[in-house]
């Protein structure tokens, strides 16, 4: 994953609020993991990118739900 995002992160701006909703279930669900590292470049990878797309997914999800 890490090497498809630093190859293909600048064309995937569509995807980016999918794969950052992916990135952020996984860490959720492997806080102890060993694979933490890992998901954290990804979304460093992602922002370098994309670092518009990235803050407006951030800001979407603090949006207050009824």
């Known amino acids: 994953m890490i090497s498809f995002l ?10 980016v ?17 060993t694979f933490m590292p890992f998901l954290s470049l990804a ?3 992602l922002i370098r990118h994309h670092p518009e797309a990235m803050l407006d997914s951030f800001l979407q ?3 207050p739900r009824d």
Do not use: T, W
């Not at 630093?6 to 995807?15: A, E, H, V």
């Open 6 to 15: 630093q190859m293909y992160g600048k064309d995937i701006r569509r995807d």
């Open 17 to 33: 609020p999918q794969i950052l909703h992916m990135l952020q279930s996984c860490m959720l669900s492997l806080q102890q993991s």
């Open 43 to 45: 979304v460093v990878i």
């Open 61 to 63: 999800q603090l949006e």
